[in-house]
């Protein structure tokens, strides 16, 4: 199965924030301009499943409109991790010891007591191994730079805390709006942690 991986518009969201799991907007003159640009290069009668944040839904459900796409299903398994009390916080106002604990122990720290990198891979795992016993050919999926990170480290076949280590480590370059195709051939078992 082909998954066709969007990351979302930049959120309305000064630079610096940490927003993980906040329902941010998309200004309306950026989500125009990424449905536009996708919708030149987007197949057509797909399924389009997006994650149930404004910044995936919005975008999600206008391409799933204008493609057309076969089917349109938000899924909470996609939403980007759960920062707690660190959401919406500017990340150099977070105390330097929370963040250093955090890369210390990036799968099973729960930064601001909000989600780890390990129960985020947990749900997005269940979600793929959920979609590929759908068999389709082809999806599109509008999600997260966290999703499509772990959507990917989930191709090695690794258990879940390595692939939770597999993601989290370094920094990414996704690019908002970017599209990333990942290919499963068959499908992946991810042993239990």
């Known amino acids: 199965m082909k998954l066709i991986l969007v990351r979302h518009p930049a959120p309305d969201v000064a630079s610096g924030i940490c927003y993980g799991s906040s329902d941010v907007a998309v200004a309306p003159h950026i989500l125009a301009a990424a449905r536009a640009s996708l919708l030149a290069s987007l197949p057509a ?65 729960r930064p601001g007591g ?46 879940l805390a390595e692939t939770a280590l597999l993601a989290a480590s370094g920094a990414h370059k996704i690019a908002y709006g970017a599209v990333v195709t990942l290919d499963f051939q068959r499908p992946i078992v991810t042993p239990a942690i």
Request: proline letters at 4%; a negative charge.
């Open 45 to 109: 009668n797909l399924p389009v499943y997006s994650s149930p944040l404004w910044r995936c839904a919005g975008l999600a459900q206008a391409l799933a409109r204008d493609l057309p796409a076969s089917q349109f299903i938000q899924d909470a398994r996609l939403a980007e991790m759960d920062f707690g009390d660190w959401e919406l916080r500017a990340w150099q106002d977070i105390a330097r010891g929370e963040i250093d604990a955090w890369a210390f122990d990036l799968a099973h720290y």
């Open 114 to 159: 909000g989600e780890n990198v390990l129960a985020m891979a947990t749900r997005v795992a269940a979600f793929l191994d959920e979609l590929l016993r759908e068999q389709h050919a082809a999806v599109i999926v509008i999600c997260h730079a966290g999703t499509i990170r772990l959507l990917s480290a989930l191709q090695a076949g690794l258990p």
